[in-house]
């Protein structure tokens, strides 16, 4: 998911200092927060949540401490008011989605996604240096098309997912050794950190922005609820990182974040700067948990795989001007997998509206190959590929549009699903820095 990153400008001391209507306001937030108690977010999954990956359903409720919510609303706006350290942000993200043709059903559905996320970098607050406190709020309100109109298991919408209203992230990020060294710990989506690709992630399928040889095969901690985690990595060069990290087996058990088991994952990444700048990344994982099997009494909790990303510019015009391509690779070890392999592909044309900076058209195809279990036990086809033509237009700093086209081939969440043409429009509402 795309989240455009712009600068917050800190409002001037005398703005609040004389205790005007802000600081009124702040003290009614905080007079809710003693007085409000918990209330209960719908986490309940939709209908079409694919039978061989019940493990990948959020649980039946949940509770969202709404003191906690209330408290983050109230605080991080004055402490961003008051330092240029901090830094506050507000996110909407709203699409329309209508299967033209095929699928499961034709029909419309509206997904709708709201981030709040306050940031607090300790060395600018004149604190220690290389600190940083992140947090963050999700709500989701989504017709969740893939189960209801589309039937594919990819995903064709990134911000698609049952309702519910959580504390997304929570983490602490210290940097030492002039920044070489990095070590984070707290609840943080595995893809904010490994296997991502900055020009896969323009588009709109779920699978350019986590190869879905590790979303569909294991509870891994993703969007829209990661789990807890600790992350360390290193830089020895400016072209070299090596990071390695330890993530909470299933997210959705946070009150016992790793009694279900544990995922680690090491990344290694090479980058070269200049014209033709590019990344090269090359990762491991390995997981242990309880996990549902395809088959009962077939899968192993353990399972493991590879995935490599690569970004690369392939032409380079006057000014900003450029062609970037991508390429995304998963491979899945274990027998019975869902998805045992995974290939991305697509280019992306930047900067050719000078005035309008970060639009984008791009096309791309997502091809996730289902296991010998998948096709011979639920009789799905050998592989659910989407090809995407996506264009992303930014009106001004706070508007951004992108409509959207996917033909899905193969869609695979059920057996027997006709080929589906997917029409999406969706409209992105950004105020401050969202992290």
Known sequence: MQRPRQPVPAAHPSSFADGGSFWESFRKCAIAYISDESFTANTTAGPGTPPFRPHRAPPAGGRCPRRLFVLLACTWPAIALATP???????????????????????????????????????AAGLWAGGHL???????ISGQPSSTLIGDEQGASNIAAADRTILYSFWYRQRIDQGRIAMLAGVRALNGSFAYSSYADVFVNSSFGIVPTISLNVPASIWPQPGFDAQISYRPSRRWRLLTGLFQGDPTQRAAPFATGAMSITEVDWRHAGTYR???????????????????????????????????????????????????LGDALGRNNPVDRYVGVGVVALGWFPRHRGSAVGLAIASAHNGPLAQQVLHLPSAETAWELTGVWTVNRWLTVQPDLQYIEGPSAQARVHDALVAILRVLLQFGTAA
């Open 134 to 140: 992140h947090a963050a709020f999700l709500n989701i």
């Open 278 to 328: 590019g990344s090269y990344k090359l990762g491991f994982w390995y997981e242990h948990a309880s996990a549902t099997p395809i088959v009962p009494g077939t899968a192993s909790p353990d399972d493991q795989g590879f995935y490599s990303d690569v970004d690369q510019v392939i032409w380079h015009g006057p000014g900003r001007r450029r062609v970037g391509a991508f390429v995304q």
């Open 85 to 123: 350290a901090a830094s506050v942000g507000l996110q909407y993200i709203g699409e329309g989605l209508r299967t033209v043709s095929g699928g499961l059903a034709r029909g419309e559905a509206y997904d709708g996604n709201l981030y709040l996320d306050g940031n607090l970098h300790t060395g």
